[in-house]
């Protein structure tokens, strides 16, 4: 025989479920390549060089070469691993009461296999928080802000196969001004300190007086320079305070100067 050793090749090894390969033998030295065998036990007795293949499963693939006088000779071979696409699931969304917290997620992979090591990895896409654990599906995260929004990609260990999916986490934060100051330099309540504007470091202030004229504007960080009332009487004022955040709407009210 004229037989060679030719050697089979595949497009790649390592693929997903939902993916195509290419099989070939480059060269053609024995007389035919007949039964071909595929994971799952598929057969295909074409005398063929390449085939285009879908797998579903791992295994190998095999075929059969043989010489001018019908000899068998040892099959070429080619293993495959065929990972299930991952399908993360990032969780519930969270809407709370209170201040931000620390809390943990809790993410899926839908389409987990037995005896696969996935990689794993949250990472922060609206707001500003801190994660402790972002390899493992069950990170817990230190927000900073009202409203965050976290991903999960779920990947094989390849990292061919990626699955994300995200999570909002908000707290819904009472905003509370004081009815009272008294700006009158004793250091104390000089100023109009408003719990839980921390929190909305883009909020908009505005201050008007019993005609309605607007007395003081701020937007952004009004809690590093709170309003100390400026050279305005004792009297009534009113306030709008805007938090700039979506889905959250301005607080109205009064509060009065003392001296």
Not at 60 to 74: E, L, M, N, R, Y
């Amino acid at each position: 025989s004229a037989y060679q050793g030719d050697t089979l090749k595949v497009s790649q090894d390592t693929i997903c479920a939902d993916e195509y390969i290419t099989l070939s033998i480059p060269t053609k030295t024995a007389t035919s390549y007949q039964h071909w065998t595929f994971p799952l036990g598929a057969v295909s007795t074409a005398d063929s060089l390449s085939f285009l293949l879908k797998p579903t499963q791992s295994g190998t693939i095999s075929v059969q070469p043989t010489d001018a006088c019908q000899t068998v000779i040892a099959p070429l071979t080619k293993n495959i691993v065929v990972y299930k696409t991952p399908l993360a699931d990032a969780g519930t969304d969270f809407n709370l009461q209170g201040y931000p917290v620390n809390l943990v997620l809790s993410g899926q992979n839908m389409t987990a296999e037995s005896g696969v090591t996935y990689n794993y990895n949250w990472m922060v896409s609206k707001g500003t928080a801190d994660i402790i654990g972002a390899t493992t599906l069950t990170p817990m995260v230190n927000p900073k802000v009202v409203e965050t929004r976290y991903v999960l990609t779920v990947s094989t260990p390849d990292q061919k196969c990626v699955s994300s999916d995200s999570v909002n986490v908000r707290f819904e934060i009472q905003v509370s001004p004081p009815l009272i100051f008294s700006p009158n330099g004793d250091s104390k309540n000089d100023y109009w300190n408003i719990t839980g504007l921390e929190y909305f470091p883009n909020a908009t202030v505005e201050i008007f007086n019993q005609w309605g004229l607007k007395i003081y504007s701020k937007t952004g960080e009004y809690t590093a320079e709170p309003w100390d009332g400026g050279n305005e009487p004792i009297a009534t004022y009113y306030y709008t305070i805007v938090p700039n955040v979506p889905g959250l709407e301005a607080k109205v009210g009064s509060v009065t100067i003392v001296r």
